[in-house]
């Protein structure tokens, strides 16, 4: 099988190099530097039969065009780029691992989480401007914390904030009541949730559901001086309505990892002191980078039917 990898993380990694080729010594990489979309996926994977694909988008006119394709692997988690019902129809498996990078999420999570509570991205601006004020925060043994989405990232941030102290309750369209027991964490409806928590922090996947729901009137549920956290899709907030919450002192901060679009340029978040950015890269470590990788190359020979995934992204 000749193997394309279009993921420009994966192709500059050179342990996921030589293990990929070891198996699979005809594959070639995506070393361009940038995304391939449009004519350059379309020419990357028309004579391959199966492709490694992080951030691009897999839909039925690429399909059509590449009809050698009869594999597609996952590096990463999210599969909102890749049209499933598509590649059901026309007989196009596909490799995924859910939960594995997860850890390298969750560890993004506690971070910008202590960072908010404790002003230290305040404190550090006032230490160079020559000032010293004494700031006092919040532990996280005395904070609510609030998932939306408990699969598998989700699980594992409830977990660490459990070691912590904090009181966790989480809200998902998924029962997992065994986990709810061990972990002492509380399942609520979304209403509460955002009521109560002092910490709301995002864990969904993009769906037809989940697309907007981070709207104003959820922001206006929220309770006052909490702070909202996105490791998952920019697409399931609503930028302006974040931005307005911010702006108008009704959540007290914000830390955020993905955007619509991205870059998030001319967003009025990039002016708020108040708000942690990132460049979409909670999910990469070192370890995680591995990870996704490893498990990338073993879809490619395990891969299953795209049908079956179908309820993850619906």
Known sequence: MKVAVCSRSFSAHPILRAELLASFPDACFNDSGHQLQGPDLLAFLRAVNGAIVGLERIDDALLEACPSVRVIAKFGVGLDRIDLPALDRRGVRIGWTPGVNAPAVAEVVLARTIELLRHLHTSDAEVRAGRFPLRVGRSLGSCTIGLIGCGHVGKTVARVF???????????????????????????????????????????????????????????????????????????????????????????????????????????????????????LAGSSDASTLAMGRAAIAGLSGHQPAASLLDVVT
Do not use: Q
């Open 162 to 280: 459990r070691r912590f102290g904090a009181t966790v309750i989480a809200h998902d369209i998924r029962d997992y009541p065994d986990f709810y027991r061990d972990e002492a964490v509380t399942p609520v409806d979304l209403d509460t949730l955002l009521a109560t928590a002092d910490v709301v922090s995002l864990h969904v996947p993009l769906t037809p559901r989940t697309r907007g729901l981070m709207n104003p009137a959820a922001f206006a549920r929220m309770k006052p001086g909490a702070l909202f956290l996105n490791t998952a899709r920019g697409e399931v907030v609503d930028a302006a309505a974040l931005e307005d919450a911010l702006i108008g002192g009704h959540l007290a901060g914000a830390a955020l990892d993905v955007f619509d679009p991205e870059p998030p340029t001319g967003s009025r978040l990039l002016g708020l002191a108040n708000v942690r950015l990132s460049a979409h």
